[in-house]
């Protein structure tokens, strides 16, 4: 059985990139190297974001991030509903709440209403 460990994504420009992790989406930095790398804490695993051009093993840019919320609205709230390109506060076919929005590089991060249970 696989079990998810980790994401890393490439930028052009990591501090950017690591402070809208921080700043907006609001992971915690596990580790970094400066200009070169920066980990964050997203759960059971990590998301990580690299300076493009230093991996040996270069991938397609494609990428989408899925985070669980406990609530959409809040998040959205918290982040700023300029900055979503899609919300389906009501989602259809049983499907939960969602909304995404695009870090510095134009990567999806969708957010996924999951309430905790009480």
Same mark, same amino acid.
């Given at each position: 059985?696989?079990?998810?460990?980790?994401?890393?994504?490439? &930028?052009?420009?990591?501090? =950017? /990139? =690591?402070? #809208?992790?921080? !700043?907006?989406?609001?992971?915690?930095?596990?580790? !970094?190297?400066?200009?070169?790398? /920066?980990? #964050?804490?997203?759960?059971?695993?990590?998301?990580?974001?690299?300076?493009?051009?230093?991996?040996?093993?270069?991938?397609?840019?494609?990428?989408?991030? &899925? &985070?669980?919320? /406990?609530?959409?609205? !809040?998040? *959205?709230?918290? *982040?700023?509903?300029?900055? #979503?390109?899609? *919300?389906?506060?009501? /989602?259809?076919?049983?499907?939960?709440?969602?909304?995404? #929005?695009?870090?510095? !590089?134009?990567?999806?991060?969708?957010? *996924?209403?999951?309430?905790?249970?009480?």
């Amino acid at each position: 059985m696989l079990q998810l460990a980790g994401v890393e994504l490439y &930028f052009d420009d990591v501090e =950017k /990139a =690591k402070r #809208f992790y921080r !700043e907006v989406v609001g992971l915690t930095v596990l580790d !970094e190297q400066s200009r070169h790398y /920066a980990r #964050f804490a997203g759960g059971p695993a990590f998301v990580c974001v690299e300076r493009k051009g230093s991996e040996s093993y270069p991938s397609q840019d494609k990428a989408v991030l &899925f &985070f669980h919320v /406990a609530s959409l609205n !809040e998040a *959205i709230e918290r *982040i700023g509903r300029d900055r #979503f390109v899609q *919300i389906e506060e009501h /989602a259809s076919n049983g499907r939960p709440p969602w909304g995404v #929005f695009h870090d510095p !590089e134009g990567h999806n991060v969708l957010l *996924i209403e999951q309430p905790t249970s009480k």
